[in-house]
């Protein structure tokens, strides 16, 4: 009987270690659970969270866009509805381009339209060859006076020449009233060095060596080796050349006393922000509203930089990103 009674417990106790067990396992794994669970910024966000993103989003897109429409459609407004508007037009009704025709058809915005295009092309592609001659000469250890002309680039980050040093300079070089006063004094820029020598030194240096053994030349190399392995920042530091040059006015305005070499830049301030009236060429016609010609000059200044960024943007994280990692 003794023997019979005690046989049914021995299930009881299994039982009960086997839920001890469990118990210390799930106690065990609890803390290590906690210790990999994601931090608050990576949980999914709440209803709030998402509307709040959502609307900051649209407010700061019209921000943006709304102005940009406003410019273009009452460039494109007819005189009429100008009239009845006020003076901007968000939807134009009915559509006119007299105010390009005018402006365009010959005079001081077509002028300075080809003088912004000539300074911009001119000047990225000689800053583009300084910059990326400098660049890989500062980037190889072994170059003539590295450290001393590296450490004078870079003292140009803490000083800057004031302007009249720099206008003093120009005018003994003879620049003054010259479309070069709008590109030498800017032709190289410090940062965009230290970019592209950053990129020149990541680039193996088995892979020169290799070039160095079969017979190759440090121009040959540059040529043909560094230039096409560089396209990304190339791109990123000529669309900020070329950005800095189409959007120069201040270089014209103390440089340039003649106004029929004025770039579009400094047309589009004397014109359009301190309102002096512009003359455009309408022939016998009744000339295009005002607000109509100098929303057409915005639009003019601003498209070729809105053609041109779409094609470098896939550059423009590849390019700066790589740049500054080393260096």
């Known amino acids: 009987m003794t023997a019979g009674k005690t046989a049914p417990a021995a299930p009881a106790t299994d039982a009960a270690s086997d839920a001890t067990i469990a118990l210390e396992r799930h106690g ?5 659970a906690a210790k990999y669970q994601r931090p608050p910024w990576q949980g999914r966000p709440s209803a709030f969270a998402v509307f709040a993103k959502g609307l900051t989003m649209v407010m700061v897109c019209a921000a943006i866009l709304v102005p940009l429409l ?35 058809s010959g005079g001081v915005v077509t002028r300075s339209v080809l003088v912004s295009i000539g300074v911009t092309v001119v000047g990225t592609a ?34 800057s020449p004031g302007i009249i040093p720099v206008y003093l300079m120009v005018k003994e070089l003879g620049l003054l009233n010259q479309y070069a006063s709008l590109i030498l004094p800017v032709a190289v ?6 970019i592209v020598r950053g990129f020149f030194m990541n680039v193996p240096a088995e892979l020169l060596d290799a070039a160095r053994i079969d017979g190759a030349s440090e121009w040959r190399i540059f040529s043909r080796i560094m ?6 920042v190339i791109a990123v530091v000529g669309l900020f ?16 006393q003649d106004s029929a070499k004025w770039p579009l830049q400094l047309v589009l301030r004397t014109y359009v922000l301190q309102g002096a009236p512009l003359v455009v060429d309408t022939g016998s016609t009744t000339p295009p509203p005002a607000a109509s010609v100098q929303m057409a000059v915005i639009v003019i200044a601003v498209i070729p930089i809105l053609c041109v960024y779409p094609f470098l943007q896939r550059h423009m994280t590849k390019g700066v990103l790589t740049g500054a990692v080393k260096g």
């Open 28 to 32: 065990s794994r609890a803390p290590r």
């Open 70 to 104: 406003i410019v273009v459609s009452t460039s494109l407004a007819s005189p009429e509805q100008l009239a009845r508007s006020g003076g901007y037009v968000i939807i134009p009704t009915d559509i006119s381009f007299r105010a390009y025709e005018a402006i365009l």
């Open 126 to 159: 000689l800053s583009l060859i300084s910059t990326t001659l400098i660049a890989y000469a500062l980037s190889r250890p072994g170059s003539l006076f590295h450290g001393p002309i590296l450490g004078f680039i870079l003292l140009t980050f803490l000083f």
């Open 189 to 194: 820029n410090a940062f965009n060095i230290v």
């Open 227 to 232: 230039l096409p392995l560089s396209r990304a």
């Open 241 to 256: 050349y070329a950005v800095s040059y189409w959007n120069a006015f201040f270089q014209a305005l103390l440089y340039l």
